[in-house]
């Protein structure tokens, strides 16, 4: 795996998977492999439809030069859009534990010829160690290893690791995306000095009912964890527009209430 022809065809990824179909994708400023089996994520990068509201910030907000963390990366949709947004002098680092999504985003990388990207297949987590990887695809998730024997031996476990011990010291992030299914207080805590020392701006994904489960801690906490650093948060609308919400973590848990979906986008700046 580290000869010559391996390290310069990405196909080569992508082997062994004759029972589900991946495609090269063309999006407007990118390409990008899909996964046909793949109905959460895939199938509206393939229609060039994927979350346009946040995509709408990416491309307002992301400048040549600066530097993105896509922390739960998936499939990479983020990640490339960021890489073609801040071009060879800035950098993206994407941080994806699922060994089959982190393939795709090695893939659609080398596709692109982004050097400026940089794939870690591990989880973000409060501190280094094990995880094990539950579901597949978009709806991959990693949570604590459990204390069966028999049950650790039998999951797929990742590693675990603080960002903050991953990025470099000397390195300014201007902006971090996350979304890793509930466990966001615990990404974010292991990253709690970067946030303090470049104050980038965050995209979070954000459905609270999953975060005590699997951070320990419910919505209202994740948002006055970060509002305590001194950020005013924002929902994102649909149309990719901004609600402010300031400092009130109330009026957050209302638009996730009113929504009526699993989740609802915010911006911390």
């Not at 974010?188 to 104050?199: M, Q």
């Not at 609270?208 to 419910?218: A, F, K, L, Q, R």
């Not at 109330?250 to 009113?258: K, N, P, Q, R």
């Amino acid at each position: 795996m580290t000869s010559f022809e391996f390290s310069n065809r990405a196909d080569a990824l992508l082997r062994d998977r004759s029972s589900d179909s991946v495609s090269l994708t063309m999006a407007k400023r990118f390409s990008i492999y899909v996964q046909g089996a793949d109905a959460t994520i895939s199938e509206h990068v393939k229609r060039d439809a994927y979350e346009p509201n946040v995509t709408a910030v990416f491309v307002d907000r992301l400048r040549p030069g600066m530097n993105v963390l896509d922390i739960g990366a998936n499939i990479g949709w983020y990640t490339m859009l960021s890489a073609s947004l801040v071009g060879p002098s800035g950098s993206v680092t994407a941080i994806e534990p699922n060994p089959e999504s982190a393939k795709l985003l090695e893939a659609s990388r080398r596709a692109n010829s982004f050097d400026n990207v940089t794939v870690l297949q591990v989880a973000a987590g409060r501190e280094a160690g094990l995880l094990v990887l539950h579901g597949s695809y978009g709806d991959a998730m990693t949570l604590a290893a459990p204390a069966d024997a028999a049950a650790l031996t039998d999951a797929t476990t990742v590693p675990s690791f603080k960002l903050d011990d991953l990025i470099p010291h000397d390195k300014k992030i201007d902006l971090v995306k996350i979304d890793v299914q509930g466990a966001e207080y615990n990404a974010l805590l292991g990253t709690s000095a970067l946030i303090k020392r470049c104050r980038p701006t965050i995209v979070s994904e954000f459905s609270p009912t999953m975060m005590p489960g699997i951070s320990g801690v419910d919505g209202r906490q994740y948002l006055r964890f970060l509002l305590d650093f001194g950020y005013k948060v924002a929902v994102i609308e649909g149309d990719g527009t901004l609600r402010d919400c300031g400092t009130d973590a109330e009026a957050v848990m209302d638009a996730y209430t009113s929504s009526g979906v699993d989740h609802i986008d915010i911006i911390f700046d």
